[in-house]
């Protein structure tokens, strides 16, 4: 079973920081593409950052220079440093995983993790 535990949410002023952590059971984690993707009241989910298994990032325009995504193979978990937030930042923030398994690679979702800058 395939399980991505979000957590580092919360509420934060702006300006200031959180790191954001996923920890994924039930893949490989060492091959799978690993992403934050986020979701503002009444907007589309969209893609915040992204690391592939060779560690190449990319990032959405909106959050270059104040975010960066990484990951630790050792401990099957993926992070986003978020510094600088801003208002704009606020929305739910889920982790996915192009998950490699040994029957094959299929996407996954964690369950969101509520992030809240104020101004």
């Known amino acids: 079973q395939v399980q991505l535990a979000e957590s580092g949410g919360g509420l934060v002023q702006a300006g200031g920081t959180l790191r954001l952590s996923c920890a994924a059971s039930?893949?490989?984690?060492?091959?799978?593409?690993m992403g934050w993707y986020r979701q503002a009241p009444g907007k589309q989910r969209e893609l915040v950052a992204s690391?592939?298994?060779?560690?190449?990032?990319n990032y959405a325009d909106s959050v270059k220079g104040r975010f960066t995504i990484s990951r630790d193979n050792a401990e099957f978990t993926v992070y986003l440093q978020m510094n600088s937030l801003k208002p704009e930042d606020t929305g739910v923030y889920y982790c996915?995983?192009?998950?490699?398994?040994?029957?094959?690679?299929?996407?996954?979702w964690g369950q969101g993790t509520q992030v809240t800058v104020s101004s």
């Open positions: 996915h995983a192009d998950g490699v398994r040994i029957d094959g690679t299929l996407s996954y």
């Open positions: 039930g893949i490989i984690f060492g091959l799978s593409d």
């Open positions: 690391i592939t298994s060779d560690r190449n990032t």
